[in-house]
């Protein structure tokens, strides 16, 4: 078992920010884990505000026709158009393709 190591200073503001934004995932890859939606990684795109890439399902289809999330766009993917969307989970952006825009 690993020693336990104790930190004799504070954080400093950068790094406070950024355990901010690590503990903010955290939390919301557990709610999206309560939820039943899978996620497949971290988008540090916008470092000052990086969201989870989940993945499409039922649970995510749900959310947009209750209207707990929106389409903000569509692309075209081999050949086939795919539909951006994302919802807010915990203050944390969420993002998945779907086929169909209205699912």
């Not at 954080?11 to 955290?26: F, R």
């Not at 890439?53 to 903000?72: D, P, S």
């Amino acid at each position: 078992m690993a020693k336990r190591v104790e930190i004799d200073r504070p954080l400093s503001p950068d790094n406070a920010v950024l355990y901010g934004q690590i503990v903010g995932l955290e939390l919301a890859i557990l709610e999206c884990n309560q939820l039943g939606i899978d996620v497949e990684r971290v988008d540090y795109t916008d470092w000052r505000r990086p969201c989870l890439i989940v993945k499409a399902n039922a649970v995510t289809q749900q959310m947009l026709r209750q209207g707990k999330a929106f389409n903000y766009g569509s692309r075209v993917k081999n050949g086939i158009r795919v539909y951006l969307n994302h919802a807010i989970i915990n203050g944390v952006k969420i993002k998945w393709e779907s086929s169909d825009y209205r699912h």
